[in-house]
């Protein structure tokens, strides 16, 4: 399946920019810690909604962060929005309040509050894998 594939791709590119050391904004100072790629999905397409969290972390900071989704217009509204409030997060700050949070900052409507939840477990897991791999080291 095609989003799968663009999924997977994205994964490696990811994580060859972080070998390659492109994981640095230009210009900025080279930091101690490396930077490192992960990633965690929740859901399937069959059910409605799937999405796919792809953060780049230094240390316990993320420094970029992606979210691919296959859903309703709402979930994609929240993923292109939590994407962003990802950037610059430490770690033990990044779930951005939560599915309700979200909603309300997002004008989405009760009714889809469940789709957000989708999203929350693959954040959670994601951000499970990137403290991990913080903890434990390259």
């Given amino acids: 399946d095609i989003d799968v594939t663009v999924a997977a791709?994205?994964?490696?590119v990811l994580r060859l920019r972080t070998i390659g050391g492109r994981g640095v904004p230009?210009?900025?100072?080279?930091?101690?810690?490396a930077v490192t790629a992960v990633s965690a999905e929740a859901g399937t397409r069959e059910a409605g909604t799937w999405i796919l969290v792809n953060l780049s972390c230094r240390g316990q900071t993320i420094e970029q962060a992606s979210i691919i989704a296959y859903g309703c217009p709402y979930t994609l509204k929240v993923c292109e929005?939590?994407?962003?409030?990802?950037?610059g997060r430490r770690l033990e700050e990044a779930a951005c309040g939560g599915p309700r949070d979200w909603a309300s900052a997002?004008?989405?409507?009760?009714?889809?509050?469940?789709?957000?939840?989708?999203?929350?477990?693959?954040l959670l897991a994601a951000l499970?894998?990137?403290s991990q791999d913080a903890y434990n080291g390259p």
Avoid: F, H, S
Avoid at 81 to 87: A, D, F, S, V, Y
């Fill in 81 to 87: 929005w939590l994407g962003g409030q990802l950037r």
């Fill in 26 to 33: 230009a210009g900025a100072a080279p930091e101690t810690a």
């Fill in 9 to 12: 791709v994205r994964r490696e």
């Fill in 128 to 130: 499970r894998n990137a």
């Fill in 106 to 122: 997002n004008e989405v409507p009760e009714e889809r509050l469940m789709r957000l939840l989708v999203i929350e477990d693959a």
